[in-house]
């Protein structure tokens, strides 16, 4: 009887696990299908591309759609408990690490271009020009492989090289060699984004100051600006929470096994699924230009903007 129930506890399991499954590719189909619109459109113009806050808009586009594909082939490797070789989630894992940090830090650099341009206009032109987004993000990228390379380092100083033949279900513990390796981890991420909070908070009341001394037009374009830097303020929380998700999970762990699974498919759909879809969505619709640019390429032509020259 005990065996009976066993086996139906499993069984109902398994098909909870097959249907979130599916819930998380059709999620993924869609958002992913948003973010190359998103994509498309900037490519598509090349207002878009010689504008510094646009290619730094589009980075984090790119940077999420990479998060998103590969964290699918993770959820599927782990669903069917596949095993890879260390070799191969050591690749998952750097450029997972890497890319899950190109965001938040993007939505900073983003935060300090609007501040330039409204607090700071008359050196905008030079400090954000086109020919200063490669170094600009490639700066963006070394910042984000610092914990990354942290991480590395103590685990091909501490693991042995038969470890390395090994084959495993891939995450990120499979690299957590110590246990003290998680808390280091976990300072770097929350250093990084006590600065960036105080980033943010210091252009949003700058910003703010020059907001109430404007007039006219000024003041209509000062305030989009704050609202721009409440909006980034906004998307850095949900990637700081999905930060917190790890060590709420694993104390949930200990609780129970099944709310373990509930609380993680929740934890991956809100904190890191939707994010990463909705907010560069919202984003891209606040921006006249983006979003009439946008609705033209999603209406194949058919949108028509006397303001805009789209068919360029």
Not at 41 to 65: G, H, N, P, Q, V
Not at 71 to 88: A, C, E, K, Q, Y
Not at 138 to 162: K, M
Not at 234 to 240: G, R, S, T
Request: include cysteine; hydrophobic fraction near 55%.
């Amino acid at each position: 009887m005990a065996n009976n129930s066993s086996l139906v506890g499993g069984e109902s399991l398994i098909r909870n696990l097959s249907n979130r499954v599916i819930v998380v590719q059709v999620s993924m189909a869609v958002f992913l299908s948003i973010n190359f619109l998103l994509i498309t459109t900037f490519f598509m113009k090349e207002f878009f591309y010689t504008t510094m806050r646009y290619i730094l808009f589009a980075t984090t586009l790119m940077s999420d759609c990479l998060i998103l594909i590969l964290t699918n082939v993770l959820v599927i490797f782990d669903f069917f408990r596949s095993t890879m070789p260390i070799w191969l989630c050591l690749i998952f894992y750097l450029l997972s690490a890497v890319n899950i940090l190109v965001t938040p830090i993007t939505l900073m650099a983003m935060t300090l271009e609007r501040y330039m341009a409204i607090c700071m206009p008359l050196r905008h032109a030079e400090l954000c020009s086109t020919h200063r987004a490669l170094p600009c993000i490639l700066i963006i990228h070394g910042i984000s492989a610092v914990p990354c390379i942290v991480d590395l380092c103590i685990f091909f100083a501490s693991a042995t090289l038969n470890f390395h033949k090994q084959y495993r279900v891939c995450s990120v513990e499979v690299f957590m060699l110590h246990r003290w390796q998680g808390h280091l981890r976990s300072a770097i991420n929350q250093f990084y984004f006590l600065i960036m909070f105080i980033t943010i908070v210091f252009s949003y009341v700058e910003i703010m100051k020059v907001a109430k001394a404007a007039s006219g037009e000024n003041k209509k374009s000062t305030w989009k600006g704050l609202r721009t830097v409440v909006l980034h303020a906004f998307q850095l929380l949900l990637c700081l929470i999905q930060l917190w998700c790890p060590f709420i999970e694993g104390a949930v762990f200990q609780i129970n096994l099944m709310l373990y699974v509930n609380v993680r498919f929740f934890n991956y759909i809100i904190f890191m699924l939707a994010p990463r879809c909705l907010s560069p969505l919202i984003y891209g619709l606040r921006d006249d230009k983006f979003f009439h640019a946008l609705k033209y390429y999603a209406l194949c032509g058919l949108y028509k903007n006397n303001s805009l020259d789209l068919t360029n």
